[in-house]
């Protein structure tokens, strides 16, 4: 089954190539969907200050990372937890950015060629499923009822947390859907139609069967995120 790890970062600021600096690193791992248990959750010292700016949003301080171990100290812990893994970011170039300047510092590979393929970027796939609407984290996290009270400032293991749920409710409808297209050849046979002579009996849906098929069809649509086919198709009036 497919290894993933869903994987946030916090910094000192916005860019890498002007001097910020990675300071935290959350990973949540899973495995078939479901969580194992195991994460990884590290505080780096980013051998500079952290701008006032910055700990507005994150609230880690300079003092905070002062005594704690710098980023070339936990590279190989962080390399073989996320090895051969694929991985789910929230607007994943941001983050791989920062990986990678911290990688190539020390003279290691970019992130790219110790794991599994390109990142799923969740907010590339917000942004498709709902054109238009806002993609950050907060904003999924109510558009799929998850509950984030608890995050009063950014965090990146508590985010990365956050991410597990909003992913798989944004992926649910595409795991429900599935329909096994290969039957066995006895359930074939038992579903063949039987011949039979004469003119054919046309039944109509009752009242109570049409509703327990427009109550499946809601759940599906909201399993999907609202993605469904059907329900962007104006229904066409009978002639």
């Given amino acids: 089954m497919k290894r993933q790890i869903i994987l946030d970062t916090e910094t ?33 010292n980013p051998e500079r200050d952290v701008p ?33 893994a694929e991985l789910v970011i929230h607007n994943a ?32 796939m917000a942004r498709d499923m709902f054109p238009g609407k806002r993609a950050n984290l907060d904003a999924l996290c109510e558009r799929f009822g998850i509950d984030n009270t608890h995050r009063e400032f950014h965090g990146a293991l508590r985010d990365a947390e956050l991410l597990v749920e909003v992913y798989l409710a944004m992926t649910r409808g595409q795991e429900s859907l599935i329909i096994d297209l290969e039957p066995d050849s006895a359930t074939v046979r038992s579903a063949a139609p039987t011949r039979i002579s004469g003119a054919l009996r046309r039944v109509q849906a009752s009242e109570a069967e ?6 499946v069809l809601a759940e599906i649509d909201k399993a999907s995120g609202g993605a469904t086919v059907w329900r962007a198709i104006e229904p066409v009036a009978p002639a």
Avoid: Y
């Fill in 52 to 84: 006032e700016g910055a700990v507005a949003i994150h609230g880690i301080t300079t003092e905070f990372l002062a005594d704690k171990p710098k980023f070339r100290d936990v590279a190989a812990e962080f390399v073989d937890f996320v090895r051969d």
């Fill in 12 to 44: 000192t600021g916005l860019e890498w190539q002007n001097g910020d600096r990675l300071i935290e690193i959350g990973c949540v791992e899973m495995v078939g969907r479901k969580r194992t248990g195991r994460q990884l959750h590290r505080f780096v």
């Fill in 93 to 124: 170039a941001f983050d791989v950015g920062f990986i990678d300047n911290e990688f190539n510092m020390l003279g290691l590979s970019p992130l790219r060629d110790i794991t599994l393929g390109p990142p799923i970027d969740t907010v590339r």
């Fill in 210 to 215: 049409r509703s327990e098929h427009e109550r």
